[in-house]
């Protein structure tokens, strides 16, 4: 959620801070600004709306300069306008862009009025820009006023900050949210993930809790949070800007979708030979330490939450061992009993999302839990430096705001986990060597649940001027359901809910009529029965079903009250997973029909690092 860069080098530098916010547009898209120095005079452009907006505004207004900083934003203070929009400036001197929540703001905001500084913004961020101001006047130099500012901050914050009064230097600083430096030769660079920067560096350095750093175009330098220079490791990345290209595909997402076979396989790729998982997949000290495991706490938000939910079936059924799944805005904040030996398990794609950070900070600081395993797709990520045990998803890079690829990969990692803790438990070898292949086979059955494309596009058809939308699954395809109807909200903003099939006389099936599609998935297992009786309910109050079923389920259905798409799965494992790809492909193709926008929906934004 909002993305930072900043630019010293000795080329002009507003493509490189243009084309650094277009790769982190995924993370907001309300407005976007930078602010450059030339000589010493501050330049700002700002606008509402995406960056393409200000590229527009930059080519009317030219802004010169070989120093700079930049900002893509997802209002959480203050409605989205350009008066809002960073860089925010102080004395027409200092300039910061900032990405978290200063939680202080108000009481901030009024000592600096009492200072005499008038605010030109609803947002909690302009703070940052008269406190960095009035301690530069009180003498201190650039890193010093960021160092005593960022003390005063209580909340999240990346930030850049540029100042006339140093006009060969940006500062930066982190807490809570994600700023790396991209270290060139003779120039560098702040960004708020490495996607930003990659047209211009492999190099990077990924700052720690609480850092605050100068560039300039020769050098850098890094200090801690009580302004003590400090040493940080430069690492390569093997990431290329083309990984994170659209090539031939119309969106992202779509190109996200046709990735899955290939992601999954990495995911799999050098961690189970044959009919078993190797050892040390989840680090060194794992076996040890799962071995004890007596319980798992899983806590991640949205899609992620998800695929901890299908865990939890796994978890439960082959390993014997309770589990609970929990958004981590919740958990976060309730007094959790956390019994002996239990595992914490946190899922993130980005491993910044803020609640389960959080979530995970707050176990570690109770040290109630035996560890705490990371499930990520960011290697660098600050989820995966503060776990103790990390399994790494490989999804590459995700853009689409509508999480797929991260999610399939979730799953085969929490697959992995699953049946590590199973064979720590004594699980049966022959049933477990037989679910080990069924994991294996995963990638190959999402390539042939991907041939579904063309029938899928054609049921789109039936779902895109509904304004309601019902999904129905039971055991581990109800959270695949789950997932199914947030892909529907998220990028066709059609109301969508997903019900345990079982629950349907409960209530909801009160919703059912000729206005309300419903969409069962349909697995070949031992629910299969319950369900099909849950279906005929819906067919018996005239409403329009579709299921998405395993070749050898028997349903049959009237072609003008529903549709019936088949895959060929079986009773696998994965079949959750499988199910899941049809599904992702309808949010698509109705969202495309609907014209939305599919990779930056409306109201959001990816990698949610502000609570
Ligand atoms: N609070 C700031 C920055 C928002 C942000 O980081 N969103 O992810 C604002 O509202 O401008």
Redesign the pocket.
Known sequence: ??GIVGAVADREVGPILIAGLQALEY??YDSAGLAVLQGSALERRRTQGKVRELEQLLAAEPAPARIGIAHT??????VPSTR?A?PHVSSDLVSVV?????ENHEALRRELQDAGYAFSSE???EVIAHLVDALQREGLDLVQAVVRATQRLHGAYAIAVLSAREPDRVVGARRG?PLVVGVGLGEHFLGSDVQALLRVTNRFIYLDEGDVVEIRRDGYRIFDADGRPAARDVRETDLTADAVERGEYRHYMLKEIHEQPEAVARTLEGRINGTRILPNVFGVAAETLLGRVRQVHIVACGTSYHAGLVARYWIEALAGLPCSVEVASEYRYRDVVVPADTLFVAVSQSGETADTLAALRAGKAGARYLAALAVCNVPESSLVRESDLVLMTRAGPEIGVASTKAFTTQLAALGLLSLELARLNGIDTARYERLVGELSALPRLVAEALQLEPQIAILAERFVDKQHALFLGRGASYPIAVEAALKLKEISYIHAEAYPAGELKHGPLALVDEHMPVLAVAPNNQLLEKLKSNLEEVRARGGELFVIADQAVDVKLDADRGAVLRLNVGDSLVAPAVFNIPLQLLAYHVAVLKGTDVDQPRNL?KS???E
């Open positions: 959620m909002c993370r907001g934003r997802w209002a959480t203070h203050g809002n960073h900032h990405n978290g929540i200063i947002t909690d961020t949210s934004a949610v690092t502000v």
